[in-house]
């Protein structure tokens, strides 16, 4: 069966500064930055790639983004609406370690969750200007080690499923990764926050494309462009409302005459 890559939305934060997810440019103006859980289906079983945040509550105490989301797009929610079971995920890989990527591990209980090694390592000991949003804070346990016993390390690239891999993307954080799949449609880059909206890429030339803002290495971020621009794919950000209306993805388009 042809691979598919699906996301499915899980709230979002509201009346976000654009200068937040493009380094030094956006102006004014202001986004809503949605929260997903992208599923890749055709293989032996779901794959899932980041499983988002907790709920509004718990974001709204801990972090400074005005957060929103319906009951309807609880993730297990949502999950069981598209067909999927939690319970019949495998492999879970988290793009990277941040709060809004990763905080319902524990709900894929039968899953291997896999994250780069660079980045595991990291996230046990941020530098300080970074431990909110690996949510490294005093009296608080980040959400994904509820899945600890479960976490398995990758170090570069490596093959997880027939047409499914992951690549290393850092800059953004030291860690971070995408996780490439080939289609019927093509080939396609679940990006992660190396590419949180459409903008931070140049369509036709890497050196011009607009690294995060949040990052560790604005180098690495570079070079990181340089991959993706290789790797001859469609990129999908992690973050923007677009992603939605270009849904699905891997699905080929109809021929002349098809319906």
Known sequence: MPLTITPLYVGQSRDVPLANALYGHGGAERICINMY????????????????????????????????????????K??????????????????????????NNALFRNARVLVQRKELEYAI?????????????????????????????????????PGVAVVPLPGHTPGSQGVLVDTAAGRYLIAGDAVGVYRNVHPRDWRESIAPTIHTNLFDCYETFERIAALDCEVIPS?????LANAPFGVPSPGPGGS
């Open 78 to 103: 949502v999950l069981r609406a598209h067909g999927v079971e939690p319970d019949e995920v495998r492999i879970v890989v988290n793009t990277h370690l941040h709060w809004d990527h990763c905080s």
């Open 37 to 76: 859980l992208f599923v890749i289906e055709g293989g032996d079983a779901p794959i899932v790639v980041d499983t988002g945040t907790l709920s509004p509550d718990y974001v709204t105490r801990h972090h400074p983004y005005d957060f929103v989301r319906d009951d309807e797009y609880e993730p297990a």
């Open 239 to 243: 973050h923007d409302e677009r992603v």
């Open 125 to 161: 000991d941020p530098l300080p200007v970074h431990r909110k949003a690996y949510e490294k804070l005093p009296g608080l346990q980040a959400p994904w080690m509820a899945g600890w016993d479960r976490m398995e390390t990758v170090t570069g690239e490596a093959e997880l499923a």
